[in-house]
């Protein structure tokens, strides 16, 4: 392998500096081009479970990471009328995962990025092009309205759920797409909910909607509202601030409902989108593949998204270190090691959904009684340790 073969790197979320960085260890020159005009910061609460951690130790940037996990949090379920018991939630899970910024991730792994390789922002692909030689890239420059040419040798699509790549090369966003029929909205808040330290989770779940509450070290927690709907376009006929005190309208937990919203409104970097997951039955056509969300978008309920694309950027790298001359080898023994992650995740996240937000009141009522049990657990294991 030589520092010329280049490849493009299409999006500079977590799986395209993941795979930049790695692919730039292996040998390669990575060019990446990010369609905002400069570099996003912030995001919502993502947790790292042990396997996300291990592949950002593995690309050098776990120890520049600013982890956020409370060193001691309370998690309190609230009912509809806004009474508390203690609970288990997202940071309780097994593996413990840790809390983070979204924007913490993106952070550590600029930091490697920086100086090393080229990015480009105000940049998207508008055509791919693939000859035995090269693939040809159409690219244009947003900020001055231009369009040029380049060859890679390589290109990944790393950009994200609604991957423009995807659709050039792979086709139409409905082949692809399969919605969870959800619609969540994140957050940050200004202050803590009133009435809890700013340490402690706080979750209202009830059948069809919920609210959670996460917490951080060293900053204020962020919001998650969550719904089910089976008419997804529909929820975005309005503004996300009507349609979710639409949507919301009768739930109060305490308070909890009336107080989240308003702190919406005084925040306008937010996230209010639908959920989705990615399937295809290949993620690599001829010199393009696609990594991350734009692959297999696992969705939040995984929680495993931050990690798969850190992973998959690594595993890219090993694949294409390993035949460094074969890249249909490589994206064969690349597939076959992230297919089991992905297809575990993708199932379980259908799993998950149900403890973010319970479909029907039955499955509320079981969602109840298994946060519970798990809630003792840890409550016996937190005393006999004490
Ligand atoms: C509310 C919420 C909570 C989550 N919680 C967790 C969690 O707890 N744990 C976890 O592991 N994961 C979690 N996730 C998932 C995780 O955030 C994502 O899986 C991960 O960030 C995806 O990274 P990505 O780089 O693949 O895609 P993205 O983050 O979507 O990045 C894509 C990048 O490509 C750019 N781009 C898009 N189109 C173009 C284009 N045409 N040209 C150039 N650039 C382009 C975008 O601007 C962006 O910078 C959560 C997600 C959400 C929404």
Redesign the pocket.
């Known amino acids: 392998m030589t520092g010329q073969r280049r490849v493009l790197v299409?999006?500079?979320?977590?799986?395209?500096?993941?795979t930049a960085i790695r692919l730039h260890e292996a040998g390669w020159t990575p060019v990446v081009?990010?369609?905002?005009p400069e570099?996003?910061t912030g995001?919502?609460?993502?947790?790292?479970?042990p396997v996300?951690k291990a592949a950002a130790a593995r690309l050098g940037v776990l120890a520049h990471m600013h982890l956020r996990t409370p060193p001691e949090h309370h998690t309190w379920t609230v009912d509809r009328a806004g009474r508390r018991h203690h609970s288990a939630g997202?940071l309780d899970q097994p593996g413990n995962?840790e809390?983070v910024m979204?924007g913490d991730?993106?952070e550590a792994l600029r930091k490697r990025i920086e100086g090393r390789i080229e990015v480009r922002f105000a940049?998207?692909?508008v055509a791919v092009q693939q000859t035995a030689e090269a693939a040809r890239v159409t690219l244009l420059d947003t900020g001055g309205d231009r369009t040029y040419e380049e060859d890679y040798d390589l290109v990944v699509g790393?950009?994200?759920?609604?991957?423009?790549?995807r659709r050039l090369v792979f086709g139409p966003d409905e082949k692809f797409m399969r919605s969870m029929h959800a619609i969540?909205?994140?957050f940050s808040l200004g202050h803590q909910v009133p009435g809890y330290p700013d340490s402690d989770q706080v979750i209202l779940a009830q059948p069809g909607r919920s609210l959670w509450i996460f917490p951080f070290r060293d900053r204020t927690p962020t919001a998650?509202f969550?719904y089910r709907t089976r008419d997804v376009d529909a929820e975005f006929r309005n503004d996300a601030i009507t349609t979710l005190t639409s949507r919301f309208a009768g739930l109060d937990g305490g308070g909890m409902v009336a107080y989240a919203l308003d702190q919406l409104r005084r925040q306008p970097d937010r996230?209010f989108?639908s959920?989705h997951q990615v399937r295809m039955p290949r993620w690599h056509d001829g010199r393009v593949v696609l990594?991350?969300?734009?692959?297999w978008?696992?969705?939040?309920y995984?929680?495993?998204?931050?990690?798969?694309?850190m992973i998959?950027g690594v595993a890219l790298g090993d694949a294409l270190a390993a035949h460094p001359d074969d890249l249909p080898a490589a994206f064969t023994a690349w597939e076959k090691r992230m297919r089991p992650l992905v297809r575990k995740h993708q199932l379980l996240a259908h799993l998950k959904a149900q403890f973010f937000v319970p479909s029907n009141p039955f499955l509320a009522w079981v969602r109840g009684k298994v946060v519970a049990v798990v809630a003792r657990r840890l409550t016996a294991a937190q005393r006999q340790s004490a």
């Open positions: 299409v999006g500079l979320g977590i799986s395209g500096m993941a081009v990010e369609r905002s570099r996003r995001g919502y609460f993502v947790g790292l479970f996300g997202f995962p809390g979204r991730i993106e940049t998207v692909p790393a950009d994200g759920l609604r991957s423009t790549v969540v909205c994140a998650l969550a996230l989108d959920v990594l991350g969300d734009s692959a978008c696992l969705t939040l995984s929680g495993m998204g931050a990690s798969a694309g998959g």
